[in-house]
Structure formats: structure tokens, C-alpha cells
């Protein structure tokens, strides 16, 4: 299974993008780019996944590089509620979640 | 709809207790997994069902640590002769695809704190 590096810690403002990178090196060609996020006390929750395009949602824009080799989790205008762990997690075998990166996002 | 659920929220056992920890899936949901978080952890996977066969239990941490999911919806993790090094949030996902190998879009519940003193 691909391992992963992120920030361990990246501060935001409010209202501000927020971008977090994620490196992932060892990516295998068939393997889904999957980010969650896990605010405090509660289970991790399912943001975005990709696998070559860039891809957006209602919660958030995912860059990948042509390389597959890193990858850009973005929240637009990021709000005090986004204040979370955010895990960047390459679809392996099994979810390998890592420490992530925790974002806090200032008022 | 109602989402993933997790009974009980806490649990203290005292070291050699065994505890039984509970996972109500969303309906329906075909694929069901276990993980363990340790504080300022990242949540570690420690086993899978698809609907009531466990397809793999190579995330358990020793053979005190035993899951099931008979009828495939209710789980039961349940831990023998707890340790101290148990302490941890038990994490309980969901997901309606099957997985074979990888795995999809899953759904969390808000996990059991087990401390173990």
C-alpha cells in the first residue's frame, strides 16, 4: 500500500482557500486518491477522492498532479467549522490513514 | 436517514475485564469495517465484513481481539482480558460497495472511547 506525507499542522483565515498537499509517492496506477477529515470526538467523515483528473464537489476542489505522484485537497473559503485533521489516503488495500495534517482555521 | 451508530459511547474496564463493543451499520450496507485509534493517532484499520463473512482480520492486534457480524447488519468487536495498551477509540465504518481488496467511500460513527485502567 502507497504511504503518504502531509503538514502535520497548517493554519488558514477565515474566508481564505486553504490548501492542503499531500505526497504520495509510491502511488500505484490504479489506486484512487481518497481525503477525509475527522473533526475532534467525532468519526473521520468522507470529503473528496480522485484518481487522475481534478475533481470538485460541494465541499472541496482536489488537484492531482499528471504525475500521480502529490496531490492538492483545496476548501475554497474556509470557515471555523473546517477546523479538522485531514487525512489524505491512497485507496490500497486497506485505508491507511496516517497522522494527517490538523488545520485550524482562524477566525 | 439515520447513519452509522456505536454502543457504548464509553466504556472503563478494568485491566483482565473483557468488553463488547457495538456497531449498528447504516441499512443496507454491504461492507463494514473496524478500526483503532490511539490518541493523537490516526485511525488503524482492524478488520473487514462483507455482509456477514470477514474477509480480513489482519488489522487485529492479538488473539484477544475477536469480531463478528452474524446476520451481516450488527457487529460486535469484543476484547478478552483487556490491557492498558487497549485504550483506545474504537471507530466503526460503513460502506454500501463491496470490496474485494480496496476499499470506497465509507461511513463513520462516532466511535467508543475504551479506557482501560
Known amino acids: 500500500d502507497a504511504k503518504t506525507t502531509q503538514p502535520p499542522s497548517m493554519d488558514c483565515a477565515e474566508g481564505r482557500a486553504a490548501n492542503l498537499p499531500c505526497n504520495h509517492s509510491t502511488i500505484s496506477g490504479n489506486e484512487y486518491v481518497y481525503w477525509y477529515r475527522q473533526i475532534h470526538s467525532q468519526g473521520p467523515q468522507y470529503i473528496i477522492h480522485?484518481?487522475?483528473n481534478n475533481e470538485t464537489n460541494e465541499m472541496a476542489s482536489l488537484i492531482i498532479t499528471e504525475d500521480r505522484k502529490s496531490s492538492t485537497l483545496i476548501l475554497p473559503h474556509a470557515t471555523l467549522r473546517d477546523t479538522a485533521v485531514y487525512y489524505c489516503i491512497p485507496m490500497g488495500r486497506q485505508f491507511y490513514f496516517g497522522t494527517g495534517t490538523s488545520l485550524t482555521v482562524i477566525p | 436517514g439515520a447513519g452509522v451508530s456505536q454502543s457504548p459511547r464509553y466504556k472503563v474496564a478494568k485491566r483482565g475485564q473483557d468488553v463488547a463493543l457495538r456497531c449498528d451499520p447504516i441499512s443496507g450496507h454491504v461492507s463494514l469495517f473496524w478500526y483503532q485509534q490511539a490518541l493523537g493517532q490516526g485511525p488503524e484499520f482492524l478488520t473487514y465484513f462483507q455482509n456477514e463473512a470477514q474477509l480480513d482480520k489482519s488489522g487485529l492486534p492479538s488473539d484477544r481481539f475477536f469480531a463478528e457480524r452474524p446476520e451481516g447488519s450488527v457487529s460486535t468487536l469484543k476484547i478478552q482480558r483487556t490491557q492498558q495498551e487497549d485504550s483506545a477509540v474504537y471507530l466503526c465504518?460503513?460502506?454500501?460497495?463491496?470490496?474485494?481488496?480496496?476499499?470506497?467511500?465509507?461511513?463513520f460513527g462516532p466511535g467508543t472511547r475504551l479506557t482501560v485502567t
Open positions: 465504518a460503513s460502506s454500501s460497495h463491496r470490496s474485494s481488496g480496496g476499499v470506497y467511500e465509507q461511513y
Open positions: 480522485g484518481l487522475k
